[in-house]
């Protein structure tokens, strides 16, 4: 049983087609404080770690256009890898939106400045934000009526020891 977790818990931390393994449920969250979940099985119970939360939000800036907001809340002592990273580097801020005859994407998502430092876990100077940073994403939508995006989010966090892979989906109401 225990061989058979692990090879789900490496799969999962594999996952190449963009589709999430396991559905995520919700819990209460509070600003900086890392959110645990906890897996169930016959021999032990596995605690998930999520160090980054995500919030949406949207914007209008015309008639026809809208900002999609999406706010990173990063735990204290973790920071979360800017969209662009050196090769060899970890892994990117990636944002995955559904194709949809609504909408189209204007530009590519933007983000802060952030900082660059020497990452000594990969010994190559990063980008990177710490605490809070906010992405976002311009639009132009096609229709009047209202409708929902669906993306999701791939990213990188780590800490002085550590760093885990990430995954959420999230949405926009327009």
């Not at 919030?55 to 706010?71: D, F, G, H, M, P």
């Not at 020497?118 to 209202?146: A, H, M, R």
């Not at 669906?150 to 550590?162: L, R």
Request: with cysteine; charged share 20%.
């Amino acid at each position: 049983m225990v061989v058979l977790l692990l090879i789900f818990i490496s799969i999962s931390c594999g996952n190449k087609d963009k589709t999430p393994l396991v559905s995520r449920g919700t819990i209460a969250k509070k600003h900086n404080q890392t959110v645990v979940k906890s897996i169930k099985t016959p021999i032990t119970t596995l605690k998930i770690i999520e160090p980054v939360q995500w919030i949406t939000q949207t914007k209008r800036l015309s008639k026809n256009e809208y900002a999609l907001i999406i706010v990173a809340n990063i735990e204290k002592s973790y920071h979360l890898y800017a969209q662009t990273v050196p090769h060899k580097g970890p892994e990117p801020t990636v944002f995955i939106f559904e194709k949809s005859d609504h909408y189209t994407l204007i530009g590519n998502t933007s983000e802060e400045k952030g900082h660059t430092v020497y990452d000594s876990i990969f010994k190559l100077d990063i980008k990177s934000f710490s605490t809070q940073t906010t992405f976002k994403q311009k639009i132009k939508i096609t229709n009047t009526t209202t409708f929902k995006i669906n993306a999701e989010i791939e990213f990188m966090s780590c800490n002085n020891t550590t760093c885990m892979m990430g995954y959420s989906a999230i949405k926009f109401q327009i």
